[in-house]
């Protein structure tokens, strides 16, 4: 490294500028990070060689968090031979690893009975929660937590050791840092998956009867949230094979720190080292857009702080119920405990992002609320629309919690609850079927689909692509505080990178092919937020709509489930409230 | 920036295995631990916090422009 990218504030502009007009400027522009847009494309890897490598098991499950452990230690214990398959490392990629609050409601000490908690849970969510998955959390919380004591989850601030326990014990194979790419479907039912191991370079070819997504949510790869390998890749992958996905309105609104607002780390002030905790009883309307409203309305900086002491209220804004107001600008809830509902931020000690400083939007664009996307369950098993496909944690749009961050510490519970609810509704299906034949011309197809970007010999960088379609998508003013003509107007854009950009991503090595994958990913779960925004024309809970500001109890006690039409169009339906999908 | 420096690395490849985002690759030759992909650091120090010979530093600037909500 040169001392210029150890400072890029000290390369002064004309330094900068002759730089930057010839072949040198471009490799310091690329030592100082900054991705260059179309190049030429010579790849590292000789695609010809790549081989394939099969798999197979009953049940398939995707991702290492806290969903996929449980889907996977109760699927084999259900009967079934099962394989987990991971992006990162076992209990050390997607949110996992950064949450340390889990809800656990114990019967004979709890405050309310289960009947008034979700019945609370629905009042905070303004009917947007499904009480049935809000149920099951809590009823099943506290046989959960009870496992993973027995596993050493409330001994370590790193959760690796304790994930392998359970697993190791039942000899199930995990293999790690593969990236699924594609799911495949035959005859109407789940038939596997598809990838690459990014260390051997080889094309994993996995058959199972059931496959279950455990690939939590994800977003835009934003500044001050620890998400930038979450890319929704299991929701498009569902998606892209027929699956009902749902919760693309939703907006998570933790607020990142102005200061180093990639430092996600700091910006949690030690969270991330502390041991995880349970966290009883304690339901609030919390995280949505008020902050993104009052920085729009106000400008910044918003004030963290006692009442009065500055830019904290606006008249106006995302409605929250009387039961569940607070002093505007007022302390966190729970006498200084981290508000962090139940994904990452929770429990005691250590504050969540941005309650030090100057807080500044954006740190988790691209993420709905916790369990409010992903594909549309169609029972309380966490089956999908597609035979044989179940969602557990943040991949399921169960609406467990609702629109909103209601219980504190419940995401978490609600992960390792639908993984175990999931992992035995697959083991059961799976008694029943047989495996589905999958052509080798389809395999060979989907390989060709998979090495694409190394096989151009020019294209869009995916960095270059990310960085423009963070710039379309992060601002307030889109993603947030929504009006027509604005998401109208990002929808144009987003439209051009899938048309025009998608098509040409490239890839150098298996590090560049997993980020054109993702790249790809993100687009179109940024077509589909645009869409489902314009599409829902009210407010309520994280959805602000500055054109239509009030709740709308005449049409819109629906959810919104997104389909591939028959033309291959993206297209929308509601789904009323409280009812499973026809 | 970001992951700035590994020292006393045994080789051992946790933190390749740890990091989510692919930043960290062993190096072929001399089989230790090197920062390949820089520009992907999430700033989350999980390589930092299984390295089991605290090898890595780690600051909290990143040398891209970052891209916030509002200013």
């Known amino acids: 490294m040169t001392s210029l990218s150890k400072d890029p504030t000290l390369l002064s502009r004309r330094h900068f500028m002759a730089l930057a007009g010839g072949i040198a400027g471009m490799a310091t522009l690329s030592a100082l990070g900054v991705p260059s847009g179309w190049a030429a494309n010579t790849a590292k890897v000789d695609v010809d060689t790549v081989n394939r490598k099969e798999h197979t098991s009953d049940v398939l499950v995707i991702g290492g968090g806290m969903a996929g452990l449980f889907a996977t230690v109760k699927a084999h214990d259900a009967g079934s031979k099962v394989i987990l398959v991971s992006k990162g490392r076992l209990g050390s990629s997607g949110q996992t690893p950064f949450a340390k609050g889990i809800f656990t409601y114990d019967a004979a000490t709890a405050p309310i009975s289960l009947d008034a908690f979700v019945d609370k849970v629905s009042r905070s969510a303004m009917g947007t929660n499904n009480p049935v998955y809000t149920r099951q959390m809590a009823e099943h919380s506290r046989a959960r937590v009870d496992e993973l004591r027995q596993w050493g989850f409330f001994d370590s601030p790193l959760y690796n050791t304790c994930f392998s326990k359970p697993i190791k014990e039942r000899n199930i194979p995990v293999l790690e840092r593969i990236v699924i790419t594609h799911l495949i479907k035959e005859n109407g039912h789940i038939a596997g998956a598809a990838g690459f191991s990014m260390d051997s370079e080889k094309i994993q070819i996995f058959r199972a009867k059931s496959v279950i997504l455990c690939t939590g949510a994800g977003g835009f790869k934003p500044n001050g949230f620890p998400i930038c390998d979450l890319t929704h890749d299991g929701t498009i992958m569902a998606y892209t094979i027929g699956a009902k996905v749902t919760g693309k309105e939703w907006n998570d609104g933790h607020p990142g720190q102005a200061t180093n607002a990639a430092a996600c780390f700091d910006g949690w002030h030690g969270m991330f080292e502390r041991k995880p905790d349970t966290v009883g009883v304690e339901v609030h309307h919390d995280l949505g857009v008020d902050l993104n409203y009052i920085a729009y309305v106000n400008g910044g900086p918003v004030a963290m702080g006692p009442p009065g002491s500055g830019n904290t209220t606006s008249k106006g804004g995302p409605l929250t119920p009387a039961e569940f107001a607070r002093p505007p600008g007022g302390p966190p809830p729970g006498g200084g405990k981290a508000p962090g509902n139940g994904g990452p931020p929770s429990g005691k000690g250590g504050g969540p992002p941005g309650m030090a400083g100057i807080p500044v939007g954006g740190s988790s664009a691209g993420m709905s609320i916790h369990k409010s996307e992903g594909l549309v369950p169609i029972n309380d098993r966490c089956a999908s629309n597609i035979p044989g496909l179940y969602a557990a944690g943040d991949a399921l749009g169960s609406y467990m919690a609702g629109a909103i961050y209601t219980q504190i510490g419940s995401s978490l519970a609600g992960s390792a609850v639908q993984g175990a609810v999931a992992g035995t509704a697959a083991a059961d299906y799976c008694k029943a079927v047989d495996f589905q034949d999958v052509s080798t011309a389809k395999l060979d197809d989907i390989h060709q689909e998979i090495l694409a970007p190394l096989q151009r010999k020019a294209g869009y960088s995916p960095a270059w692509v990310t960085q423009t379609l963070q710039g379309i998508m992060i601002p307030n003013f889109v993603l947030y505080i929504k009006k027509e003509k604005l998401l109208q107007a990002a929808l144009a854009y987003v439209e051009e990178l899938r048309d025009h950009h998608m098509p040409m991503l490239r890839a150098a090595d298996f590090h560049e092919l997993r980020l054109a994958h993702e790249t790809a990913n993100m687009i179109i779960s940024a077509e589909m937020k645009l869409k489902a925004s314009i599409m829902r024309k009210e407010s309520r809970c994280s959805h602000y709509r500055l054109d239509y500001p009030e709740m709308d109890t005449t049409n819109w006690q629906a959810w919104i489930n997104i389909y591939k039409g028959a033309d291959g169009s993206m297209q929308f339906e509601k789904q009323p409230f409280a009812a499973w999908p026809a | ?71």
């Open chain 2, 1 to 71: 920036m970001t992951i700035k420096l590994i020292s006393g690395c045994i080789g051992c490849g946790t933190c390749v295995a740890s990091c989510p985002t692919d930043v960290l690759r062993l190096d072929p030759k001399t089989k230790k631990a090197i920062i390949k992909y820089p520009a992907d650091c999430q700033i989350c120090h999980l390589c930092r916090m299984y390295c089991p010979v605290d090898a890595i530093t780690i600051t909290p600037d990143k040398s891209i422009p970052v891209i916030v909500s509002w200013g």
